[in-house]
């Protein structure tokens, strides 16, 4: 399987806190997504890094990504009870699949208390 | 600028029976995606346009889903005959070109009974 695969499963975290989730593929990428879903609602898109890139920020999100151990995390500083939700990331892959085609993995459901 | 449009947002059909969803795109979006998500699983690709022709259907399964996009813009997807294991979100989603950020609609959420 081409799939990420978040870790942990389920995180709670009492607001304020950091919460970081990561995320681990098997094949070579051209980029890696992370994705939020709130529940019953479809998917937003929050951050795009390339694979030539180590760190992106955008807000209160901070993505890395390590090439050499296939593996991405994503960091939400000062968390708020609104960042409740699903994330996932997903990614594509360079060779044997369709070009734009994402893969995701199962998600990590975070739980933000107020 | 207008999302992604699914109708319709619940369905509940028995099995045997067919049901079929539509999608309206970003506009000026030329990809458009059908994902299925069961429940506690991230969602899984069943079919990809560019414009109107199919770029990837390998994860449809042919003998009950079809996909059409009129005029490379709206898209339906059909379930005839539905199964009971056909029970998830069918989400849509668009973007740009073939590799850049997809644009999520609401879905549709399908109990088959």
């Known amino acids: 399987s081409q799939q990420g695969e978040e870790d942990p499963q389920a995180l709670s975290i009492q607001e304020g806190e950091n919460a970081t989730m990561n995320c681990s593929y098997k094949t070579s990428i051209n980029n890696l997504q992370w994705y939020r879903q709130n529940s019953g609602r479809g998917l937003v898109h929050l951050i795009l890094?390339?694979?030539?890139?180590r760190e992106k920020h955008s807000g209160r999100l901070r993505v890395t990504l390590d090439t050499s151990k296939k593996s991405s995390s994503l960091l939400i500083t000062a968390s708020r009870a609104a960042d409740t939700a699903s994330y996932f990331c997903?990614?594509?892959?360079?060779?044997?699949?369709?070009?734009?085609?994402?893969?995701f993995g199962r998600g990590t459901q975070l739980t933000v208390w107020p | 600028e207008a999302g992604v449009a699914q109708s319709p947002r619940y369905k509940i059909i028995e099995k045997r029976q067919s049901v079929a969803f539509w999608c309206n795109p970003i506009s000026g979006h030329a990809t458009l995606y059908w994902y299925q998500q069961i429940l506690g699983q991230g969602p899984k690709l069943l079919i990809q346009f560019q414009n109107n022709g199919v770029v990837d259907d390998s994860q449809l399964p042919k003998d009950r889903f079809s996909a059409e996009r009129l005029k490379g813009v709206d898209s339906t997807l059909k379930i005839q005959p539905a199964k009971l294991e056909d029970s998830a979100v069918y989400l849509c989603?668009?973007?740009?070109?073939?590799?850049?950020?997809?644009?999520f609609g609401p879905g549709t959420r399908l109990t088959v009974l």
């Open positions: 997903a990614t594509d892959a360079i060779r044997g699949s369709t070009l734009g085609r994402l893969y």
């Open positions: 890094i390339r694979s030539n890139e």
């Open positions: 989603a668009s973007s740009p070109g073939d590799t850049d950020t997809q644009y």
